[in-house]
Nanobody, 125 residues
Framework: QVHVVESGGGLVQAGGSLRLSCTAS????????MGWFRQAPGKEREFVAF????????GYTDSVKGRFTISRDNAKNTVYLQMNSLKPEDTAVYYC??????????????????WGQGTQVTVSS
């Protein structure tokens, strides 16, 4: 059984920073691409960022480019999302997910199989 857990969310003022972490038990994520998604109240879940298994490839949704950075430490079985210059519109529950085998990176949620419970990020204006 694979168990994905996110942490690091919280309340921050606009312009501030947070770093989210994601770990997975039951799977050595070093062989898998990983992704971050988010869901704001009343909206559908949307792609935020992905990182390939070897960190050579990353991708971001346009609204976070230049502000968010995805990274990974395979020795710690952990993926991170550094979020800087946060805006109120970044407020959402942030989810981490492991990609399907042989997926090098994707913005499509159906190409991810195991998801965490999410961590709340609230940005006040």
């Amino acid at each position: 059984q694979v168990h994905v857990v996110e942490s690091g969310g919280g309340l921050v003022q606009a312009g501030g920073s947070l770093r989210l972490s994601c770990t997975a038990s039951g799977r050595t994520i070093s062989s898998y691409a990983m992704g971050w998604f988010r869901q704001a109240p009343g909206k559908e879940r949307e792609f935020v960022a992905f990182i390939s298994w070897n960190a050579r490839s990353t991708g971001y949704t346009d609204s976070v480019k230049g502000r968010f950075t995805i990274s990974r430490d395979n020795a710690k079985n952990t993926v991170y999302l550094q979020m800087n210059s946060l805006k109120p519109e970044d407020t959402a529950v942030y989810y981490c997910a492991t990609a399907l085998r042989y997926i090098s990176g994707s913005s499509y949620s159906h190409e991810y199989d195991y998801w965490g419970q999410g961590t709340q990020v609230t940005v006040s204006s």
